[in-house]
């Protein structure tokens, strides 16, 4: 097998849970797509196949010091209270909890990547192959696919693990992500190849 490390993004109790402050718009689309069931089913089978697992999940100080005023993304969590750190809104949603032996990487802007501990994670642990899913197929999921791509990994996407706000949106950021990835069904992924 590949050295492999599963990444899990974004599925926080703010962005999944169904009495989660998004719950009229990514939640309806998780619980539609059974996004959290395919993902803890995914997550048995790359433990089952020795592969790594990391959670990323976005969250910012109380205070919001590390949210960009400017963005229009984290400007409305500043304004809405959400993706607090050490709060229940940023703890990975309870049906796919992680585990002690897991890791745990916190960002505090789209990107899995960007001034996050990932980078030395891969190093660290020689890593060939990201395979990931997440919430928003169009935010955390595209960034990290490319950048994945760009770091010379070879990436793979699990589509029915992944939501966006609306079905379209979902299914354009997977139309766009194939340039960069293989797409394929949780289900169909062999974790031991």
């Known amino acids: 097998m590949k050295k492999t490390l599963f990444l899990v993004m974004d599925m926080m109790n703010d962005l999944v849970a169904e009495d989660g402050f998004n719950a009229q718009t990514y939640g309806v689309e998780v619980k539609e797509r059974g996004v959290l069931d395919s993902t803890k089913a995914a997550i048995a089978a790359a433990r089952s196949a020795g592969a790594l697992i990391g959670y990323v999940r976005v969250g910012f100080s109380s205070d919001y010091r590390e949210a960009p005023e400017a963005s229009p993304i984290f400007s409305g969590a500043r304004k809405n209270g959400i993706f607090q750190l050490g709060t229940w809104g940023t703890e990975v949603h309870a049906s796919i909890a992680p585990e002690p032996q897991d890791f745990d990487i916190v960002k505090h802007r789209v990107s899995p990547f960007y001034a996050t501990s990932l980078e030395a994670i891969l190093r660290a642990t020689k890593v060939e192959r990201i395979v990931m899913c997440g919430v928003s197929t169009n935010g955390v999921v595209h960034s990290g696919a490319r950048e994945a791509h760009d770091r ?9 693990c992944c ?18 990835g293989q797409i394929v069904a949780s289900t169909e992924f062999d974790w031991a190849a």
């Open 152 to 160: 010379d990994y070879e990436v793979v996407i699990l589509e029915d």
């Open 163 to 180: 939501a966006g706000v609306t079905p379209d949106e979902h299914m354009h950021a997977i139309a766009c992500l194939g340039r960069y």
